[in-house]
């Protein structure tokens, strides 16, 4: 049990200004796993403050892309060191499967660092351009202080995809994890401190909704990058819009996966459905949880997945062979439940799961849960379950898949299955969404992630990812200027 009794604001562990405090709780055993301070008001002040005097004054507001850089790569060596212990951190707090969180929880993690430390060191963060009278200096400066807010279910890794941006580009930030996970956030703090990073450059705030909300309009903030519900991204863009605040919005997904006629159907859901579908236990804003099946070979696939469905194992997620561990939360369960009922009520057809697993009665689990003769007007096809739960919907043609897999509100994820990679890149191309996939799923840290439609705003990851931080700005000099 990791527990901490001050919140890290300014390069100090301080006080809080309060006594109330999170109990994180394992979602598998029910048993407490540490403690953590509830920042209130007073604290996320605080934290402004400090993040803006590290901007303005000392040594991170003078340090050079390179020294930026020298600081993320010891941050890398240090997380790449503790990567056991956070990647079982990160189990007992999430529920996630130790092989998830392994590899797409903490490697991830890693891995989008090290992207992001070798942009710092080759990019352009000022440049001289020809202009009509005489040359312009394009300067690309930091955004200035970050309020980073993060979910609970890949809590570290879009940490980073926020923080790791925030180093590069010479800004600060304040982090308001989740209620859930605030001990990966402290113990990420302490990684910090370690590697270097200057005081005030990250402040952690673990606290609610009302208390993020002043985060989020606190005059002191310069940018808001938000990753959570379509719902809260809504309320928050909205706030930022009233305060001309610059904002990136990483929201929610129902992504379809298209086999085509010419799939390995046995081979594509094999590798799709426990990997893809059911990744962190159904809690993946990229989940492929629409697969959309030819209608000459809808039964096979359906088959095919109910079988893969049930031959993944549930249990403890600290056992490698486990597959679905359990939910957050109890209203997660409920949730997730309450769709299942449903997608019942709406008429589609079960074919396996829809229940809780015998043998599992302490912990928040859900079955793997597979629905069939699901039409896409269905709530279940619709909207985000954020569980393991897929449907299969049928399509007639090529024209007609794409007309489906467009039809939702979303547009962050996809992919398609196929023989000819040609073809899948035409419908790879016909489908709006941020991020796509020929023949399995990925994202690339080198390459823009994000949404179309209600999906967010803005990107992360790539030089994108990086220029979100940052604001241009051109000074022009006299003609004959060398």
């Known amino acids: 049990m990791r527990s901490f009794d001050r919140l890290y604001i300014g390069g100090e562990w301080v006080e809080p200004a309060s006594s109330s405090t999170f109990t994180v709780v394992n979602p598998a055993t029910l048993e407490p796993v540490g403690s953590t301070p509830e920042a209130v008001q007073a604290d996320v002040d605080r934290a402004v403050e400090a993040a803006r005097s590290a901007l303005n004054h000392g040594p991170w507001a003078e340090m050079s892309a390179q020294d930026r850089a020298g600081i993320m790569r010891r941050l890398h060596g240090l997380m790449v060191e503790r990567a056991d212990d956070l990647a079982n951190l990160i189990t007992q707090e999430v529920g996630a499967p130790i092989l998830f969180s392994h590899f797409g929880q903490i490697g991830a993690t890693h891995m989008a660092l090290d992207f992001f430390t070798g942009l710092t060191e ?13 040359p312009v200096v394009v300067r690309k400066e930091p955004v200035g202080v970050v309020a980073g807010i993060v979910p609970w279910n890949v809590p570290l890794f879009i940490t980073m995809l926020k923080f790791a941006p925030t180093l590069a580009s010479g800004s600060t930030m304040v982090l308001k994890s989740a209620p859930e ?35 989020v309009t606190h005059p002191g903030v310069d940018k808001v990058s938000f990753t959570g519900s379509t719902a809260a991204g809504r309320h928050i863009g909205a ?45 993946a804003c990229v989940a492929q949880t629409r697969i959309l099946a030819p209608r ?15 031959s993944v194992k549930v249990g403890d997620p600290a056992d490698f062979e486990v597959g679905v561990g359990p939910l957050i939360a109890e209203r997660q369960r409920e949730r997730v439940e309450g769709y299942i009922r449903t997608g019942i009520d709406e008429g589609a057809r079960l074919t396996t799961g829809g229940g809780r697993p015998a043998g599992l009665d302490t912990g928040w689990y859900v079955e793997p849960t597979v629905f069939a003769d699901v039409d896409n007007k269905m709530r279940i096809a619709q909207e985000e379950i954020f569980g393991p739960v897929v449907v299969v919907i049928p399509y007639t043609d090529t024209e007609d898949a794409l007309a489906i897999a467009n039809d939702n509100n979303y547009g962050l994820s996809g992919s398609v299955w196929t023989a000819d990679v040609a073809a899948g890149l035409d419908v790879a191309r016909g489908v709006r969404t941020g991020t796509y996939t020929v023949n399995g799923f990925g994202m690339d840290w080198g390459s823009p992630f994000g949404g179309f439609k209600d999906s967010g705003l803005g990107r992360e990851l790539g030089p994108e990812g990086l220029e979100e931080y940052l604001e241009y700005k051109s000074i022009n000099l006299p003609a004959g200027t060398e």
């Open 122 to 134: 080759s990019y352009p963060f000022e440049e001289v351009r020809a202009g009509m009278l005489g």
């Open 239 to 283: 706030l930022c819009g009233e305060r001309l605040r610059r904002c990136t919005l990483e929201l929610g997904g129902k992504s379809a996966s298209i086999l085509m006629e010419d799939a390995d159907i046995a081979a594509a859901v094999t590798e799709m459905v426990p990997n893809y579908s059911f990744m962190n236990n159904g809690q």
């Open 296 to 310: 000459s070979r809808y039964d096979e696939t359906v088959d095919a997945v109910t079988e893969v469905a049930r």
């Open 181 to 215: 996970t605030p001990v990966s956030a402290f113990v990420f703090a302490e990684l910090c401190e370690e590697a270097g990073v200057p005081a005030g450059v990250l402040n952690v705030v673990p606290a609610d909704r009302e208390v993020g909300e002043h985060l």
